[in-house]
C-alpha cells in the first residue's frame, strides 16, 4: 500500500522527461495515472512501463494547448479511475517562432506560447477543482488528529487533502534569458498562477504549488548532449551548480511526490526550485567559478551554441 494508494492523477505531457518520471513516481506511490500527451507512442510506452513495474495508467493523447483538453482529461479521469486527487501540469511543446524579444515574435508565436504555458494551467484548474471537491478526502482520522497534542486547535477541522495541484515553472521564471519571451514571460506567470490558487483553493482542501527546476538531463536533452558528443561542455554546466550536477527527471518526480501526499498538507503557495542551488548563487562568482575552466577548454561547445540566419548568437 503505497502513500497515495487509491488516488486518481492526471500528469500532462507525462509521456517522458520530467512528466514521465512523474507518472512513474506517482504510480509507484500506489496511484492511478492517467498520461496526457501528444506523443502516443511515447505516452502508451510510459503506461506500459508502469503496468510492468505493478502500477496503474491510462492514456489520453491531446494537445494541452486546445480549450477542449482540460475539461475532457478530467472528466476521463473520473469515468475511468472514478476519482480525481492530484494533478500535474507540466506540459510545454514550444513551437516554431518562440524564441525572440516583443519586437521579433509574432502575435501567433505569443498567443500560442501562452496558452500552451498559462492558460492551459488555468482551464485544468477550472475543471479539475469541481472534481476534486466531490472525490473528497481519502486521507483517514482527520477529525481525531484535529485535536491532538501537536498546538492548539479550534472549532470544526477545516477540510483537508481533498487535493492537489503541481504546476510546473522553472528558475526562468526567477531568472530571466536574453531573446526568450515567450518562455520566460510564461514561467513567470505560472508562479503567480500558483499563488493566487493556493488562496482561493486551500479553504477547499486543496493545495497548490509550483516547482522550478534547473537543467534537467531528459531524454531529448540527454540525445541532443550526445550529439554534441562534447563532454567540456557538459562539465560547464555541471561547474554552475553547488551540487556540481545537472539534474535528472527523478528529481523533480521525487519533489512532486512529497508536495501531493498528506504529508505535505501545510504546504501551498509555494515555488521549489529544485535546481541544486544554481538560483541561489550571485551571479559574478559563477562568471570567476567558471572562467578558468573556459579558458582552458577552448573546445568546449553546449547545446545552446545556436546561432540565428545572421550569423548572431541566439543570447
Known amino acids: 500500500m503505497g502513500k497515495l494508494s487509491g488516488r486518481g492523477a492526471i500528469v500532462t505531457g507525462g509521456a517522458q522527461g520530467i512528466g514521465g518520471a512523474t507518472a512513474r513516481r506517482l504510480a509507484s506511490d500506489g496511484a492511478t495515472v492517467l498520461i496526457v500527451d501528444i506523443d502516443k507512442d511515447a505516452a502508451e510506452t510510459n503506461a506500459d512501463l508502469i503496468k510492468k513495474t505493478g502500477g496503474s495508467a491510462l492514456t489520453m493523447i491531446a494537445d494541452i494547448s486546445k480549450p477542449i483538453t482540460a475539461k475532457s482529461m478530467v472528466e476521463m479521469a473520473m469515468d475511468e479511475i472514478g476519482r480525481l486527487d492530484i494533478l500535474v501540469q507540466n506540459a510545454y511543446g514550444g513551437g516554431k517562432g518562440s524564441v525572440g524579444s516583443a519586437v521579433e515574435i509574432s502575435v501567433d508565436s505569443w498567443m500560442s506560447g501562452m496558452d500552451q504555458l498559462v492558460t492551459a494551467l488555468y482551464l485544468g484548474a477550472k475543471y479539475a477543482v469541481p472534481v476534486m471537491e466531490r472525490s473528497g478526502s481519502m486521507s483517514r482520522n482527520i477529525e481525531d488528529n484535529w485535536s491532538g497534542s501537536s498546538g492548539r486547535r479550534s472549532g470544526e477541522p477545516p477540510k483537508m487533502n481533498v487535493g492537489r495541484i503541481i504546476n510546473i515553472s522553472s528558475v526562468h521564471g526567477l531568472l530571466q534569458s536574453a531573446r526568450s519571451l515567450i518562455y ?19 479553504p477547499l482542501g486543496i493545495t497548490v504549488n509550483a516547482i522550478a527546476p534547473g537543467h534537467i538531463v531528459t531524454e531529448r536533452v540527454d540525445a541532443g548532449w550526445n550529439e554534441l558528443s562534447n563532454d567540456e561542455g557538459f562539465r560547464l554546466f555541471e561547474l554552475q551548480y553547488p551540487v556540481r550536477r545537472t539534474g535528472i527527471p527523478d528529481d523533480i518526480a521525487a519533489s512532486i511526490s512529497f508536495l501531493v501526499s498528506d504529508e505535505a498538507s501545510f504546504v501551498t503557495g509555494v515555488l521549489l526550485p529544485v535546481d541544486g542551488g544554481l538560483s541561489i548563487q550571485l551571479q559574478e562568482d559563477i562568471v570567476m567559478d567558471v572562467k578558468n575552466y573556459i579558458v582552458s577548454n577552448p573546445n568546449l561547445k553546449t547545446h545552446f551554441d545556436k546561432v540565428d540566419k545572421r550569423g548572431n548568437s541566439r543570447f
Open 184 to 202: 520566460e514571460v510564461g514561467k513567470s506567470a505560472v508562479i503567480g498562477l500558483t499563488k493566487q490558487m493556493a488562496i482561493d483553493f486551500g
